[in-house]
């Protein structure tokens, strides 16, 4: 009895052995490439260099850097802020039509009573502006909606007539926000249509017959039975989009025109680039402007994790825990 | 879809390390003997180190000096001493972006002798300990006597001579001579230069281009060149006693660019070394450009004519403009690392002092030269009948222009400064500013952000 306890520990340990070794080259790799330089952020946040020479000295100064990103007024911080604003305002001017028209479109393509002809041919194709490069993208669509004659949208609107003059189209800042958002949205519905799709696969069958046979139309059966079950998915699809938005820098970059209309769309990512890249050598302020930018994420993904979490299983768990810690305490006593 | 972000981080990273880990230091730790082969470079100061190095590296953002000058010109024509190397380095990006690419390079520790600068990012390197000075390498000012005052001037920091530039870079207005015979009357280009004198001159002149075209035709065509010309016309630095100040040249510019703007003498929508800037030079719906030595057959001015079969090639003509101003230049530095000093100093004095290596290389390259004795040479030799400007002799041409640039020190934040003008003037030109002062407080705002370790 007691040697065969000692044979199943003795098998669960080198079983774990194998287990750590097959995950040690991601936590390798994350520790040297994520880690590292995350902790590294945060210590040259606390530094300027003084003077513009490519060796200038670092020197220490506390937490300044971020204090004159969120609590000194000056250009600083009114550009920090501004661009805090651009990255929600472009991201959730992205997500919103994205996640509509995403579950739209995988409702469909999953409904057995549609069947939707060519199902494969429209999954390639919606997924694949997904695969071309964003500068691609950008650069496909900075031509399209260029300001002279010659570009095609103005090209088109002058030959219907429409307009007389070529629109500066990239010179008005709700215009550019708009493109911006549209082509993100553009380039990843594929991409969340096929997750959604997939999750929406995995729901027992028989819940969408028991559905039909109780009587229950598309839109109950959307609300009631689609929605809460992949609601996990869901929650994953906003969380990465969330992460990847607030990082967003290609399209929006791309889009940058040379005039002061840039800085309707001047990201946090793009802000912490110039900062860094600049001739000024700013690494403090833009090591600062990450961690902020890290925190942000940090919380609001909190957030979600939090508003998306199963209610009952909480409520469950905590009973759960109060009770053993009523069993405990009875024990004591 | 944010996995996929990271792997490609993951990706772009490991290429980098493997990058990295591919260098190896080529720095001559040996001692060669350098005194084998006739070509050797002899030391004129005899406090100068001996050449250790087997390997002579020349860096620059683009392939120009390390390869169409260094290997091409400098090589072919004077060799290297028996086992040294020549390595260009080159990065294949615009001197705007050259600042990474350079840093990296020198803190990697790799070998390094002679390095490349432009103006607007002279000080970071000069500044820093990776450069060296020119008497390190045993060059004394006193050799630059040839050279043009302001190549001098931008050269020297705090009075110590660490770069001298290969080329004098005056700027010009180029303009179209039919469409200047056809509007104004104009025949040659003193009696063009007499109509662009001054900027009075100059608008009444556009005025008059504009009624003669109808309207079509502008005299010039985007604002980024015109900056060119009061930016080197400034005799402040930006920056005194760690605050910046905003000098007159700034708002006289901005006036000029509305008045430009507001009468049609200019096309605000057409963008700096965009097509449609180019386009304008071939559609006959401008009159000329600004553009300067390095924007002829490099750039610019043969991106307007089209190319060699463009519709307006050889229909160029230039002359000086309103103001003597120069745009840009290429110097040459020392790496504060070299092991080969001699050749270091014998390559810097090719290209920047000594006058028959230097018309050597204009005549190769036809490279306006930073030498007034060898571009006299030069003129004296026939010049160069440029095919690009119908035969118009350019080297005599921009032989007095050069001599006409205003000496002007650079600072540290030149290239920051002017990038925090560039949309201002856009947008004060087009209306978007109600006044001037909102304007300069636009300017003055982004030079805040992108300097706030001044004194605000």
């Known amino acids: 009895m007691m040697a065969s306890a000692a044979n199943r520990r003795i098998r669960r340990l080198s079983y774990a052995k194998y287990g750590y070794m097959f995950i040690l080259p991601f936590f390798l790799v994350y520790f040297i490439f994520s880690l590292y330089p995350l902790l590294y952020t945060f210590y040259i946040s606390t530094f300027r260099a003084a003077g513009t020479a490519v060796d200038a000295e670092m020197y220490y100064v506390g937490f300044e850097n971020f204090k004159d990103l969120l609590f000194i007024d000056s250009p600083v911080r009114t550009q920090f802020f501004q661009a805090i604003g651009n990255t929600l305002i472009l991201w959730i001017c992205n997500f919103i039509p994205q996640i509509a028209l995403s579950l739209l479109l995988a409702v469909w393509f999953t409904d057995n009573r549609l069947h939707v002809p060519g199902k494969g041919f429209f999954k390639v194709v919606m997924y694949m502006p997904n695969i071309i490069t964003a500068a691609s993208v950008a650069t496909l669509f900075l031509s399209l909606f260029g300001e002279t004659q010659y570009n095609p949208v103005n090209q088109i609107l002058l030959s219907w007539g429409w307009i007389q003059e070529p629109i500066t189209f990239l010179q008005t800042y709700q215009i550019k926000r708009g493109l911006v958002s549209f082509i993100l949205a553009w380039m990843w519905f594929g991409n969340t249509m096929v997750m959604l799709m997939a999750s929406i696969m995995g729901i027992n069958p028989s819940l969408f017959e028991a559905a039909q046979i109780d009587g229950a139309n598309s839109a109950q059966v959307f609300a009631h039975i689609t929605v809460p079950s992949i609601r996990p998915m869901l929650v994953y699809v906003f969380i990465t989009s969330m992460i990847g938005g607030l990082q967003m820098f290609d399209v929006p970059y791309l889009f940058n025109v040379g005039t002061d209309i840039d800085k309707y769309t001047r990201t946090i990512a793009i802000y912490i680039f110039e900062r860094y890249s600049g001739a000024t050598r700013d690494y403090g302020r833009s090591a ?30 905590k009973r759960r825990r109060k009770e053993a810690k009523r069993l405990k305490g009875g024990a004591g006593f | 879809m944010n996995l996929k972000k990271n792997l490609a981080l993951v990706a772009a990273l490991a290429m980098t390390a493997t990058v990295f880990a591919g260098c190896t230091k080529t720095g001559g730790e040996e001692p060669v003997d350098t005194t084998a082969g006739g070509n050797d470079p002899v030391a004129t100061d005899p406090a100068a180190p001996a050449d250790t190095g087997d390997t002579f590296t020349v ?17 072919a024509d004077k060799g290297l001493p028996e086992g040294v190397t020549y390595n260009p380095v080159n990065f294949g990006v615009g001197g705007g972006e050259a600042t990474p690419y350079f840093q990296n390079y020198m803190e990697s520790g790799e070998d390094l002798d002679v390095f490349a600068l432009e103006a607007d990012f002279a000080l970071t390197f000069l500044n820093s300990s990776y450069a060296g000075t020119l008497a390190d390498v045993g060059i004394s000012a006193d050799e630059f006597a040839n050279a043009y005052d302001y190549t001098m001037a931008i050269g020297t920091v705090d009075g110590v001579l660490k770069a001298v530039s290969m080329q004098s870079c005056p700027g010009v207005y180029a303009y179209r001579t039919d469409l200047a015979d056809s509007y104004l009357g104009v025949k040659s280009p003193d009696e063009m230069q007499a109509l662009v004198k001054d900027w009075d001159t100059y608008l009444d002149t556009a005025a008059k281009v504009k009624e003669a075209s109808g309207g079509k035709c502008t005299m010039s065509v985007a604002l980024g060149g015109l900056w060119q010309v009061f930016s080197a016309a400034r005799e402040q630095d930006w920056v005194v006693d760690n605050k910046f100040v905003v000098t007159d040249e700034v708002k006289e510019f901005l006036e000029l660019s509305k008045t430009l703007a507001d009468n049609g003498y200019i096309d605000t929508n057409a963008k700096t070394w965009d097509a449609s800037w180019y386009g304008r030079g071939q559609d006959g719906t401008t009159m000329g450009m600004f553009t300067c030595a390095w924007g002829l057959e490099g750039c610019i001015l043969i991106d307007a004519a089209g190319g060699v079969d463009g519709p307006s090639y050889g229909l160029w003509n230039i002359t000086e403009g309103p103001a003597g101003w120069y745009w840009g230049g290429t110097w040459l530095a020392v790496s504060s690392t070299t092991d080969n000093p001699n050749l270091a100093a014998d390559f810097i004095r090719y290209f920047c002092a000594d006058t028959d290596t230097m018309t050597h290389f204009a005549e190769a390259t036809g490279t306006f030269v930073n030498n007034k004795e060898a571009v006299k040479n030069i003129v004296a030799n026939g010049g160069y009948a440029n095919p690009l400007l119908g035969g118009q002799d350019s080297y005599a041409y921009f032989a007095p222009a050069a001599d006409n640039v205003p000496a002007m020190n650079i600072g540290e934040y030149d290239g920051t400064i002017k990038s925090a003008l560039n949309p201002v003037m856009v947008d004060y030109a087009t209306g978007k500013y109600a006044s001037i002062d909102d304007a300069i407080k636009a300017f003055t705002d982004n030079v805040q952000a992108a300097l706030p370790n001044l004194n605000w």
């Open chain 2, 59 to 75: 860096m620059s953002w683009n392939d120009e000096v390390p390869v169409k000058w260094g290997e091409k010109v400098y090589v």
């Open chain 1, 288 to 317: 600062a402007a990450s961690i902020i930018l890290f925190i942000i994420t940090g919380i609001l993904g909190a957030i979600v994790f939090y508003i998306n979490s199963d209610k009952d299983e909480i409520a469950e768990k």
